[in-house]
C-alpha cells in the first residue's frame, strides 16, 4: 500500500504522518492524532459535521484529503476551545445556556462555523445565521436554539468588546 | 464509505498534469477543490487509479481583465473568491447572483469554477451561467489549447467536450455592458441544495423592454437548455405589452422544455416551477432595468 509523509500544521502543531491517499482530513485528525472532536456523518458534505478551519477558512473535513491538506494550517475544535479563541468560548457558553444541543454530534461542526461567521459578521441578522448553518444536520434541536445561541453570542462578543 | 485506494500527485504545472494523463490514460483523474469528486469517490461512483492535483497551481486562480475587455476567469477560482471579487461583482453579476445558491460556505470555501464545470452536474448553477453569458472554455490537452464555447461544452449528464487528457484552464466572457441585464433564480427543498429548476439569465434592456436575452435552465435535462422560443417571445417587437410577452414566453417554454420525472420532483411539477420561475426572473430583470 503506497503511502504518503503527510505534515500538516494541527492547531498550532506541526505533525507529520505517513498516509494512504485516500486518508480524509476527517480521519487523519481521528484516526492518526485522536482528535475526536470532529466528528464523521454523512462522509459525502451534506451534514457538516466534520467541518474545520483551514487556513481560517470552514471546509468539509471528508471532502478534503489529508494529502491536500499538507502544509495547511488546520484549526479543530480542540484548537478553538484553547483560551485565546474567544468567539469559540462564547458561542460554546451561550450553546450551553440556550440549550442549543442535546445529543452533541453536529455541535462541534456548528460551533466551527458559527466561529467563522462571527468572525467575518460580528452581527450577522438571524437569516443570515439560518444562511450560515444552512450545511449542517441537527436532528435535536429543530434549529431555533442554535439560532438564539449564536444571536446570543454575538450579542455578548458585542457587549464585551474592549477597545481594539 | 471511504474512496477505493488510489496514486495522488501533486501537478507541478498544467503540462504536467496533461503529461500525468497521458501517461495513465483511463485510470488518472484531475482534483481540485474536490467538493464533488470527493464525493463521488466516497460513494465508489468514481474509482480513479491516480488523483491528479492541480489545486495548487495558484496562477489558475487569477481574475483578469483582458485587453479585448473580456473577464478571464481562472479555473481554479474558489467559488468563495466568485463572491468577494469586485471584478466579478462589476463585470459579471450574474455570477455573484448564482454563487449563493451553490451549496454552503464551506463548500464554496473550496470547490472551484472549473471543477463545477468539468463535473456538469445537470442541476448545478455555473454551468448554465456560463451558457447564460455565451462565454468560452479554455483548454490545454497533449494537442496544445483550445477554445470551446459553453454553449457546445455540456454534452451530457457529467459529460463534456472535454477530451481524453484535457484540462479546463479558464473561462473567458464578455464584461456587462450599460445597457445590459442579468437574473437568476432556482427552486431547491433547502438551502444550498440541488436545483429542482433553475435558470440563469442574460439580456439587453431598451425603454423598459428586453430587446436581447438568453434564457439557460438547468435541472430540466441532462444539460442546461437554452430556450430559445420563449426567449423570442419575450423579445417579440410584435408584442409591445412585457405582461403579454412573459405570457407568451410561459407558453412557448412548454416547446423549448422537456423536464424528466424523479423522485424529488414530476415532470408536470418542475415544468410549472420553470414557468413561475421565468416570471420571477424577468420580472426582476426588468424592474432593476439595464446594468445590473
Redesign the interface.
Known sequence: ??T?ATTISVNGTSVTRQV???T?LV?FLRGELGLTGTHVGC???VC?AC?VLMDG????G????A??ASGRDVLTIEGLSEPGHRITKALQEAFVLRNALQCGFCTPGILV?AT?LLTQDPAPSRELI???I??HYCRCTGYHAIVDAVQQAADVLAATQGPA | ????????V?AESVHHAVRLLAENKDGARI?AG??SL??AM??RMSSPAL?V?I?ELEHLRDITLTADARLRIGALTRH?DLDASPDIAAHTPLLRKAIRHV?????R??GTFGGSLSHADPASELPACVMALDATIHIVGPDGDRVVPARHFFTGVHETALGAGEVLVAVELDVIKADEVSGFGEFAR???DYAMVGLAAHGRIAAGLLTAVDLAFFAVGSTPILARRAAAALVDPATPDPAQRLQRAREALSLDLDPPDDPQSSAAMRMELARVLLGRVVGDMLARGAGA
Open positions: 500500500m503506497t504518503m494512504e491517499p485516500r480524509n480521519d462522509e459525502h458534505g457538516g467541518t477558512a470552514t471546509v468539509r471528508c471532502l478534503i484529503l494529502v491536500q462555523t467563522e439560518r444562511e450560515a444552512s450545511g | 464509505m471511504k474512496p477505493a485506494p488510489f496514486d495522488y501533486r482534483i474536490g467538493q470527493m464525493t466516497n460513494f488523483l492535483d489545486g468563495a451549496a454552503h460556505t464551506a463548500i470555501n473550496r433547502r438551502q444550498g
